[in-house]
Every structure is written in C-alpha cells, then in structure tokens.
C-alpha cells in the first residue's frame, strides 16, 4: 500500500509538462502528513508541497465518505468532524480552513443538499 506514493511519482517524473511534474509531487506527498508523521519522507508542515496538502485533506474525504468492502460510508457530518479533528496534526490548518468556509458548496456535492453545520462543528 504505501508503495503506491513512491511507484506513482517515479511514473510522472521527469516529465516535461508542467501538469504531470505538479502531478509528480502530488503522488509523492499526499500521504505525508502536517506534523511529520506521515509517508515516504516523513517530512512537515510547508515542507510538504500545497499541491499534495490539499488533495491529502480531499482524498481523506472522499475515503470517509464512499462505501468500502471494509467500511461503511461516513455520514458527511462526521466526515467534517474528523477533518476538523485532524487539522494541524494530519492537515494543514489553513487547507482544513478553506474547506470549512465553503462546505456549504462540498455538501451540496457530495449529498444534494447543503448542510449547515453548529457554529462549533
């Protein structure tokens, strides 16, 4: 499993677009997580690419929320909770910020309706 990081980026590298380099570092980073504990490198905070900061918080999203053959789907309120958990230690704060401010829009995406959340969600 965490070979897919390394074996994806070695696919992208030393591409000539600039869209397949950004997805390069997207592929190498987006399993590292804010407070260093994450995979390949282990690395932290802004050392970790924006690019693979923001699909780290999306592509953890996406997993909470879609069925699995070893999980059930989260409800997307949980889903938001456990991102806000998270920020600062598995997510950049600043990522897991904007995807607050416009959650009304992602769950409008991801369920039909927006939902509102309490003020302290």
């Not at 592509?59 to 456990?82: G, M, N, T």
């Not at 995807?99 to 927006?114: H, K, N, T, V, Y």
Request: hydrophobic letters at 40%; proline letters at 5%.
């Amino acid at each position: 499993m965490r070979e897919h990081v390394t074996i994806g980026a070695r696919i992208l590298a030393d591409a000539d677009s600039d869209l397949i380099r950004t997805a390069e570092l997207i592929a190498q980073s987006h399993h590292e997580k804010w407070d260093g504990t994450g995979y390949p490198n282990r690395i932290s905070g802004t050392a970790i690419p924006i690019e693979a900061r923001i699909v780290a918080l999306a592509d953890v999203f996406d997993a909470l929320c879609s069925e699995r053959p070893y999980k059930r789907a989260w409800p997307l309120e949980e889903a938001y909770a456990e991102i806000a958990r998270c920020s600062g230690s598995h997510f950049d704060p600043a990522c897991v910020a904007s995807f607050q401010s416009r959650w009304c829009e992602i769950s409008a995406l991801m369920g039909g309706d927006p939902i509102q959340l309490a003020e302290s969600a």
